[in-house]
Each structure stands twice: as structure tokens, then as C-alpha cells.
């Protein structure tokens, strides 16, 4: 049997041996993570900063090449006026490697008015200088040269052409090697690489400090509030600060729709409240409705005229009164059910509503101009509400202004006209009447609750109701025109018929 494996503490569990550490210590401290946005902007400024010192660092390069053979040719330049100063221009051997080494050049020759004078000559080379001409550089060449000479082989050469400075004739050539050339201009370009990062350490921390001040600061105060508020919308946050800026004006946009949720929530807790205490008052009211029609039922069997002259009265607000419970409790319900869509052949729908909604041939008329076999996609109940609704609410119309008529002409008679036609996006349903019209200061807030435009007779939840059931089927119901010659709603159902 072999002895248990002793587990040796490793280097963590020492130092948490060491600080005096519970064993869970792991457990206790949460995971903190990195602030996201906070060192993403850190990287991003150190990442342009280094872009932007690598663009300027190639035209550096060719700045330093272009000195460095400008200074090679100043020095053979001086070289040949010491060399021309002596008898018939003659060098030895010896003075020629001498003046050569001083210049850093292998060569030297000078163009005057069109004759070329080698005065130092050059050994022979293993292959054939590059030739650059200082007088017709290119930008593009420029920059190429000093690649050209990085990644050069060892024993390059270079053979540059430029106006003379100190003397008198029409170029000097000279030929030095471009070994180095290459040292110095890969000591350069370290050297500048490193003056880069330092720039662009420093210069991401200083801009990284101005916006973690100026705007990452504000912002976590921005989501904390958000955070505290959805946490407790009735907890007050910090306040916003004084700020001019687009930050002080989030601050305080975001502050002022907090207290407006805030007073929402509020209202709304006051109107659930309202809302059930009126659940309740519906549902003893309608107790009472219903004992009243059977009190008034049986009302009807006598044969008291002045009981038979108040009956219809009675009816006629028992039957307001009823179909105020039953709009209250509709409009109430949090949301109606999702419509089940159904191909449905319109015109005995419209005969089906117009019946409910108390048309009939010898009262208020129903004048259909369907074409045949007309369907529409839409809940077959949910439709026949919206039909109900408004074939109701203009018979409605047309009777209280049919009495006034009759006083005064001895006729008053209407129709409730339904249209229908196909459209672009589905069909379009029109019903028009023949009545007075809405008023102009109710028109504009028609859809509203509690708004009528029927008189004393509506409640004012019928076309509210009939507005929502429409935008469930992805529809529309809306009012197109009214006046004294009548009034025209429109539907609009999409879907094909």
C-alpha cells in the first residue's frame, strides 16, 4: 500500500500563509474586471500615436540618407579644391587614400562645362554603384532609397551626383560605400523608434488622463445612475452636475426623463388601483342594471299610460348605463387577445354588424357597394366589433340630428354607406353616414377615451377600442372627413384579398 501523496503549498498558498489570508480568501473577492472602454481608448491612443510616428518616420529616413550623402559630398568636394591646389592636380597614392578616408568616399569626379576630370580615382568595385542623383529626386525615390539601402548587400556602393557648394563646374560625382550608411541609418531608426514609443506612451497617458477626466469620469456617473435607478426607480441618484457641455446636457436629459418615469410609475400604480376599485363598482353596477331591466320587464305588462309613457325612457338609459359597464370593462382589460387571421367574405359581415349596430330598412338604412365574393383577412370577431362600433356611433349621429329635423321639415331619415376596395397593401374600408358631423373641436381628439362625439348617448370607448383592435391586425382606422353633409371613417387591413 503506498502512503498518501503530501501536496506541497505552492507559491500562492505561501504568500496567502504569509499575509495572514483565509483558505477561501479565492471566493471571498470577486473577479474585478478590466474597465472595457477605459483601456480600449488607452490602446486605441497609444496605436494612433504609433501610427502616426510610423508615417513620419519614413520621411525622416529619407531626410537622414539625404544628409548623410550631402555631407559625403561637401567633404570630397573640399577634398578636390586641396587636391586642384596642388601642381597639375597630382596626387599620390598615399595623400589620395588619405583625402578618400576623410571624405568617406571611394571617388571623386568633377563635370566642368562638359568635361568630366576624375580626381581620385577609385579602386576597382565588385559590382556596379547605384547611381542618385540629388539634383532630380523624386518623392517616391526618396523614400525607396533608404530602403534600397537596409536591405542592401554588404558590399553596395553608392554613386551620388549633386550641384557643387564650394567650387565652380557643373556636378561632382562621387562613389562611397553604402555599408556605413547602412549602420548609421538602422542606428537612426532605432533610436527614432524608441523616441516614438516614449511619445506615444506618454502622449496616449496624457490623453487617456484628459478624457478618463473629461468624459469616461461623467459617464460612469451616467451608469451608475441608470444602474441605481433600474435597481430602485424611487431611490434618488446623484445629482446632475453644471456641466455645458453634450455630457452635462445627457446628465440632465437623462435625470429629468427619471423623474418623468418616476411620476408615470406613480400614476400608474394610482390608476391600477383606480382601475380595480372601478372593476368592482362595474361589477355591482351591472348587478343593479340587470335587477333594473327585469324590474323594468315587468314594467311593460302595465297598463298605467303614465308607466307606458316613461318606459322607453327607461330602457333607453338602462341600455346607456349597460353599455358603459361593458365599454369601462373592455377598455380595462391589460391587452386584447392576439387576432386569429381568417379569409373572410365581407359583405354578410357588414350585414351581421349592421343588424347589432340597430340598422334596419324602415329607421337608419344600410347601403352596401361591395364587390362580390370580397374577402378580408382579419379576426372574424374582432372585425365584426370595429363594424359594430362604427355603424353604431353613425346611426347614433343621424338620429340625434334626424329628431331636431323633424320638428322642423316632418322627415328625418339616413344611411350608413359601406364601401370597399382593394388596395396596394391590402383593402380599404369605408363607412360614411349622412349626419351632422363631428365637431370641430372634438375631431382632432376623436380616438382619445372618454371622447364621444355622439352626444349624451356615447361613452367614448368605442372608437379607442376599435383603434386598437385595428393596429393588432398591423392595420389602421382613421378618420377621413367630416362636415354637415356626414362623416367617413376609413379601415385599412393588410393582406391580400
Known amino acids: 500500500m503506498r502512503p498518501p501523496k503530501v501536496q506541497t503549498p505552492g507559491l500562492v498558498d505561501r504568500l496567502r500563509d504569509r499575509l495572514g ?8 473577492v ?34 537622414f540618407h539625404e544628409r548623410w550623402l550631402l555631407d559625403r559630398l561637401q567633404a570630397a568636394e573640399l577634398a578636390s579644391v586641396g587636391v586642384e591646389a596642388l601642381p597639375y592636380s597630382a596626387v599620390d597614392e598615399q595623400t589620395a587614400d588619405q583625402l578618400l578616408r576623410i571624405g568617406g568616399v571611394s571617388a571623386v569626379a568633377i563635370s566642368d562645362q562638359g568635361v568630366m576630370r576624375q580626381l581620385l580615382r577609385a579602386p576597382n568595385l565588385p559590382r556596379t554603384p547605384d547611381f542618385i542623383d540629388l539634383r532630380r529626386k523624386t518623392s517616391g525615390a526618396r523614400l525607396l532609397d533608404p530602403i534600397r539601402t537596409l536591405f542592401g548587400p554588404a558590399d553596395r556602393s553608392i554613386r551620388v551626383r549633386a550641384a557643387p557648394r564650394y567650387r565652380s563646374g557643373d556636378f561632382i560625382d562621387v562613389v562611397a560605400p553604402a555599408e556605413p550608411l547602412k549602420q548609421e541609418l538602422q542606428a537612426f531608426l532605432l533610436n527614432s523608434l524608441l523616441v516614438s514609443l516614449l511619445i506615444s506612451a506618454v502622449a496616449g497617458g496624457l490623453l487617456y488622463a484628459g478624457l478618463a477626466y473629461l468624459v469616461l469620469r461623467p ?18 441618484g446623484e445629482p446632475p452636475s453644471d456641466r455645458h457641455d453634450e455630457i452635462g446636457r445627457v446628465e440632465r436629459e437623462l435625470a429629468r426623463m427619471q423623474e418623468e418615469v418616476r411620476l408615470s410609475l406613480r400614476s400608474r400604480s ?11 363598482i362595474n361589477h355591482d353596477l351591472r348587478n343593479m342594471l340587470t335587477s333594473a331591466q327585469i324590474a323594468s320587464d315587468r314594467l311593460a305588462d302595465s297598463a298605467d299610460p303614465q308607466v307606458a309613457k316613461a ?31 381568417d379569409r373572410i367574405a365581407l359583405a354578410p359581415a357588414v350585414t351581421a354588424a349592421a343588424e347589432d349596430a340597430g340598422l334596419e330598412s324602415t329607421g337608419v338604412k344600410l347601403v352596401k357597394v361591395i364587390p362580390p365574393r370580397f374577402t378580408v383577412h382579419a379576426d372574424g370577431d374582432q372585425l365584426h366589433r370595429i363594424l359594430v362600433n362604427l355603424m353604431r356611433n353613425a346611426r347614433q349621429s343621424i338620429e340625434g340630428d334626424a329628431t ?39 375631431s382632432g381628439r376623436l380616438f382619445e377615451p372618454f371622447v364621444s362625439g355622439a352626444g349624451g348617448d356615447g361613452t367614448g370607448l368605442g ?26 371613417f376609413e379601415l385599412r387591413l393588410p393582406g391580400q384579398t
Open 21 to 28: 489570508l483565509p483558505a477561501d480568501w479565492r471566493e471571498r
Open 270 to 280: 394610482r390608476l391600477v388601483a383606480l382601475g380595480e376599485a372601478v372593476a368592482k
Open 219 to 236: 459617464l460612469r456617473r451616467v451608469t451608475r445612475s441608470i444602474e441605481s435607478f433600474a435597481a430602485d426607480p424611487n431611490a434618488m
Open 404 to 442: 331636431r329635423v323633424a320638428r322642423r321639415r316632418g322627415a328625418a331619415r339616413g344611411a350608413v354607406r359601406v364601401e370597399a376596395r382593394a388596395g396596394d397593401e391590402g383593402c380599404i374600408i369605408r363607412v360614411t353616414d349622412d349626419g351632422p358631423g363631428i365637431p370641430l373641436r372634438l
Open 463 to 488: 372608437l379607442t377600442i376599435s383603434r386598437e383592435l385595428a393596429a393588432a391586425h398591423g392595420g389602421e382606422l382613421r378618420l377621413v372627413e367630416t362636415g354637415p353633409t356626414g362623416t367617413t
Open 30 to 63: 470577486p473577479p474585478q474586471a478590466p474597465d472595457g472602454l477605459s483601456s480600449r481608448l488607452f490602446l486605441l491612443t497609444v496605436m494612433f500615436t504609433l501610427v502616426v510616428g510610423a508615417l513620419i518616420l519614413g520621411p525622416n529616413a529619407a531626410s
Open 311 to 341: 318606459l322607453p325612457r327607461l330602457e333607453r338609459a338602462l341600455g346607456r348605463a349597460a353599455a358603459l359597464t361593458r365599454n369601462v370593462l373592455d377598455y380595462g382589460k391589460s391587452e386584447d387577445p392576439p387576432p386569429i387571421l
